[in-house]
């Protein structure tokens, strides 16, 4: 299947939402105050948020004067077009190798789950993988990251369940650095702001990796789960206090009508979606592509 097809499909449920409500809006009637409103109303059911979807409105508001849109019909295309400048503000990502991947985020997200499809999109790529099993509070959480090194063909580096984590990233990267590695993912323990301990545990992890390797090129990524809709908004800030965020990983894609949240966290933290999860498999897990996402929510 086509990565166009897939994100298509992923948004499915965002996007019969989406034009359910906008098919009804601009079918008919002139550009007045009163579709700007109920555009806003739309958006934000989308859960693209409340401040975001007044400042596209305004925005869209703006460009549809100046380009002298006077029929409801013809604010589609230039609501398309109002997005995709969203969400190219934030800056994009382009992975360097060799490469230190952190992935953080709470419990229940799918932070394992991403690291092996991320495994399986980095050997795809040709890349060499180490996986590190640094989310040692969990039980089971090593074993289950270990299925998903067996199942990508990728090397591990694990330590006894309760083990030092920051230790467990050491030993990652001496054998990365040892065998010349491309990609090394590292887990970590889900957890909430209000574990500081786990929190603290993050900024030690984040010392060895500048400490140990300072030439590999290292990427904080934040998984998120699409059908927490702006709940998501609130973990990216908690998480930011405690080690810089590069980019978001949004995880369940397929699962939500919320997929607007896309627009909100771009426009709120200035962050980029660098992957988004469009399915269950290991190879379900595709680059967010701006152009894309709003050319299929459309």
């Not at 409103?37 to 400042?55: A, H, K, Q, R, Y």
């Not at 992975?95 to 932070?111: D, F, H, L, Q, R």
């Not at 990508?152 to 580096?157: A, G, L, P, S, V």
Request: hydrophobic share 40%; glycine share 6%; net charge negative.
């Amino acid at each position: 299947m086509g990565l166009f097809k897939k994100i298509g499909n992923a948004l499915k449920k965002t996007k019969d939402s989406f034009n359910r409500k906008m098919d009804a809006l601009l079918s008919h009637g002139e550009v007045d105050d009163e579709l700007f409103d109920e555009l806003t109303d739309i958006l934000i059911s989308c859960d693209i948020g409340v401040e975001t979807s007044m400042e596209i409105v305004d925005d869209l508001r703006d460009e549809c004067h100046r380009q002298k849109v006077r029929k409801a019909e013809d604010v589609r295309e230039v609501l398309k077009q109002t997005l995709a400048k969203t969400l190219s503000e934030a800056p994009a990502i382009e992975i360097e190798y060799p490469a230190i991947i952190t992935i953080i985020g709470v419990n229940g997200v799918g932070k394992t789950t991403t690291i092996g499809k991320l495994a399986q999109y980095f050997k795809d790529q040709k890349k060499s993988v180490t996986l590190v099993a640094g989310d040692t509070f969990r039980a089971a959480a090593s074993s289950q990251l270990a299925e998903w090194a067996d199942r990508t063909k990728t090397r591990i580096i694990k330590h006894a369940e309760g083990a030092d984590a920051a230790a467990v990233v050491f030993d990652g990267i001496a054998s990365a650095k040892a065998n010349k590695t491309d990609v090394l993912l590292v887990d970590t323990a889900g957890r909430l702001h209000t574990k500081t301990n786990l929190m603290a545990e993050l900024k030690k992890i984040e010392k060895i990796v500048e400490r140990e390797y300072a030439d590999a090129h290292r990427y904080n990524f934040i998984v998120l789960d699409a059908t927490t809709g702006q709940n998501a908004l609130s973990q990216i800030g908690a998480f930011a206090e405690y080690c810089p965020i590069d980019g978001i990983v949004l995880t369940k894609l397929d699962g939500t009508a919320k997929g607007g949240v896309i627009v909100a966290i771009e426009k709120e933290y200035n962050l980029p979606v660098v992957f988004v999860g469009t399915g269950e498999r290991a190879e379900d897990l595709d680059k967010f592509d701006a152009k894309e996402f709003v050319e299929e929510l459309f």
